[in-house]
Structures are given as structure tokens and as C-alpha cells.
């Protein structure tokens, strides 16, 4: 069997839906071997769950090798983070190193294994992408976030410490004390008992929920949408390309081309 038919082969197999759903499964057997390592066993348990977790890997390596051979451009393999990601595990996996000081390591990459899913469901993996790109347009929210987090807890310090100073005893605490008002966390009970003094209190920590709870959240879920659309009408793209299709800009640059003859003409 020569080397194309090897690569045909392996192209077939990794885009058939039922090899797709094995690696699924293997991914969740995996997250589940991982569970049970957690919990008190046995040592004649513990050897088959070792014995599974070796059978996984390579079934992963497995996995690995056909998406390599099935790329039709080797060198642009290792171009794609996931690609790298995936064989970081897989390599590292495969490295006998429960019984030395590289344990806990080993042990560590086993469990970021289940991290596989996202690099293999596109849908995942488009989600995450999105997230990451949000990142920087998030640190400016972020930022008018904590400005507003610290003007209140500094607010809070100032007047509410002589009546609680458990929850308002300094900046610090203030801060983890608000946290815990954005989020809802029997936030009633901190309010009420500082209306028990304040009586006007309340415009103190409704101001602040609307300001964070209602207005900047809001804001963050707005821009990971916009970004997921960006990123979903990009894949779109790309895949019509792919697929021989054509996209909105190639039409535009033909329809160019159509004026600039007609008006030659």
C-alpha cells in the first residue's frame, strides 16, 4: 500500500462522522478515568484504571497520526495552535513519569486531555476563539469595572465600617463585600442591615448593581456576541472557500472586473 492510498484512507476515516464520535467518547472515558483516579480504590482498580488510561493515550496518538497523514500540507500542520496543543498532550502522555517527580506534572497534562473536546467539536473551539478575540475590547470594560468597584468599596470602607467592619473593614474586604452584591449573594442582608442606620443606604447599592450587574455585564455579553458573529461569518467564509464557493468579496472584485471591460468597450 503505497503512501496516497495510506493518505486517501486516512482522509476518509477523519472525516467520518462514526471515528468522530469514538474520539468524542474517548475524550468524555478520559475526563471519567480522570474522576475516578480522585476517589479511594482499590490497587487492583487503581492497574486497570492505569491500564485504560494507557489504551486511551494511544488511542489518542492514534487519532493524532491520521489527522497528520490526512493534512495534504505537513509543513502547515503545526501552523494551527490546536494542532500543537493536541500533540503537546498526546507527546506528554506518553512519558512514563508516574513514579518520579514529574508525577504531578503527568498528572496535571492527563486532566488538560479533556481540553481535547474543545480543539475537536469546531463549535467549541469557534466559542473559545471568540473569547479569546473579546479579550482586549473585555480589558477596558474590565478596567471602568474595577475604577467603579473601588470608588464604592472606598464609599462603603468610609461609612459602613463601624457597623460591620467584618464586611466593610477596609478597601480590600469592601470590594470582596460588592462582589458578592453584583452577584446577588444574599445581597439584601448586607443592604438592610446598613439601612438600619443609612436609611437612604439603598440608593448606595441599587446605583452600584445597576452600574455593574445590569449596565457592564451587558456590556460584556455585547461584545462576545459581536465577536462570535465575526468569527462565524470568518469560518463561513472560509469554509465556502474551501468548498469552491464564492464569497461576497470575490463577487464584488468580478463585478468589478465586468465594469471595467464594459466601460473599455
Known amino acids: 500500500m503505497n503512501f496516497s492510498k495510506i493518505q486517501s484512507f486516512s482522509m ?3 472525516s467520518n462522522k462514526i471515528f ?3 474520539v468524542i ?23 486497570v484504571i492505569n491500564l485504560l488510561d494507557w489504551l486511551i493515550t494511544f488511542i489518542f496518538l492514534f487519532e ?30 506518553l512519558i512514563p513519569i508516574e513514579d518520579s517527580e514529574l508525577a ?16 475537536f467539536v469546531p463549535e467549541l473551539r469557534l466559542l473559545l476563539n471568540s473569547l479569546l478575540r473579546a479579550l482586549p475590547q473585555l480589558g477596558y470594560v474590565v478596567l471602568l469595572m474595577f475604577i467603579i468597584f473601588y470608588i464604592y468599596a472606598a464609599i462603603g470602607s468610609s461609612f459602613f465600617a463601624v457597623i460591620n467592619p467584618v464586611l466593610w473593614g477596609d478597601i480590600s474586604i469592601s470590594m470582596l463585600t460588592l462582589f458578592r452584591v453584583m452577584t446577588f449573594e444574599d445581597w439584601t442582608d448586607v443592604m438592610y442591615e446598613i439601612m438600619d442606620v443609612h436609611s437612604l443606604s439603598w440608593i448606595y447599592f441599587l446605583s452600584f448593581i445597576f452600574l455593574t450587574t445590569f449596565a457592564f455585564l451587558n456590556m460584556v455579553i455585547g461584545i462576545v456576541v459581536n465577536v462570535l458573529e465575526d468569527e462565524h461569518s470568518k469560518e463561513k467564509e472560509a469554509q465556502d472557500k474551501e468548498d469552491g464557493k464564492l464569497t461576497i468579496e470575490d463577487l464584488s472584485a468580478q463585478i468589478e472586473e465586468l465594469k471595467k471591460i464594459i466601460a473599455q468597450k
Open 20 to 22: 468522530e464520535l469514538f
Open 12 to 14: 476518509q476515516l477523519k
Open 104 to 119: 504531578l506534572i503527568g498528572r496535571l497534562i492527563r486532566i488538560f486531555r479533556v481540553m481535547r473536546m474543545v480543539s
Open 64 to 93: 493524532l497520526v491520521i489527522r497528520f497523514i490526512a493534512e495534504e500540507n505537513k509543513k502547515r500542520f503545526f501552523h494551527k495552535a490546536w494542532n500543537v496543543f493536541d500533540t503537546l498532550i498526546v507527546v506528554v502522555s
Open 25 to 47: 467518547g474517548i475524550i468524555v472515558f478520559s475526563a471519567l478515568v480522570i474522576g475516578a483516579k480522585t476517589h479511594d480504590i482499590s490497587s487492583s482498580v487503581m492497574k
